[in-house]
T-cell receptor
Framework: EAAVTQSPRNKVAVTGGKVTLSCNQT?????MYWYRQDTGHGLRLIHY???????EKGDIPDGYKASRPSQENFSLILELATPSQTSVYFC??????????????FGPGTRLTVL | GEQVEQRPPHLSVREGDSAFITCTYT??????FFWYKQEPGASLQLLMK?????EINEGQGFTVLLNKKDKRLSLNLTAAHPGDSAAYFC????????????FGSGTQLTVMP
């Protein structure tokens, strides 16, 4: 069974503080993704990665950095958190061969509140 | 880039009725299509994945239709029951090479007893 875990599950941060959201997958997938979910917007892609050492900008990367130190782990970093980054963040993993049909497996989500 | 529009944003039906949700997309080269279900406070659960060559797909209690000519993807929940109450999202992928998913904005479905 595919397994993507995220930590923390809930986080309250102060404006200007640094926040790190972590994601771990045991699927041995090459690709990993970070999305945020806001009412009325569905899920929007922040950063993604093709493998260890790789990070790519998604559709809304401003204010976020990403780090992929290993196949299993992918972090999202908010260096200077702002209230507009209050959201629910989802991590996902997926393979990139045609046989996988681009399917992504999602983690449970992290609810971030920036005060 | 790809844009996906999903309608309606909210849908209420009676138990036993059908619920119909539609997404339109812009990139004619899109290849993979997905429907996800999200219950309150939970993650996304894959309902069905559809390939570009498949027009009709049936699952347990629902049918997915893909019309490539009109660039439309639809989800029809037949005989909806209260357990179907959730948010539903379509997602489209395939032409960019990065396997990115572009999501619709979601439909909040309420099935009333």
């Amino acid at each position: 069974e595919a397994a993507v875990t995220q930590s923390p599950r809930n986080k309250v941060a102060v404006t200007g503080g640094k926040v790190t959201l972590s994601c771990n997958q045991t699927n041995n997938h090459n690709n990993m993704y970070w999305y945020r979910q806001d009412t009325g917007h569905g899920l929007r892609l922040i950063h993604y990665s093709y493998g260890a050492g790789s990070t790519e900008k998604g559709d809304i990367p401003d204010g976020y950095k990403a780090s992929r130190p290993s196949q299993e782990n992918f972090s999202l970093i908010l260096e200077l958190a702002t209230p507009s980054q209050t959201s629910v963040y989802f991590c996902a993993s997926g393979d990139r061969d045609w046989g996988s049909y681009a399917e992504q497996f999602f983690g449970p989500g992290t609810r971030l509140t920036v005060l | 880039g790809e844009q996906v529009e999903q309608r309606p944003p909210h849908l209420s039906v009676r138990e036993g009725d059908s619920a119909f949700i539609t997404c339109t997309y812009t990139d004619p080269n899109s290849y993979y299509f997905f429907w996800y279900k999200q219950e309150p406070g939970a993650s996304l659960q894959l309902l069905m994945k559809v390939f570009s060559s498949t027009e009709i797909n049936e699952g347990q209690g629902f049918t997915v239709l893909l019309n490539k000519k009109d660039k439309r993807l639809s989800l029809n929940l037949t005989a909806a029951h209260p357990g179907d109450s959730a948010a539903y999202f379509c997602a489209v992928s395939g032409s960019s090479g990065s396997w990115q998913l572009i999501f619709g904005s979601g439909t909040q479905l309420t099935v009333m007893p």
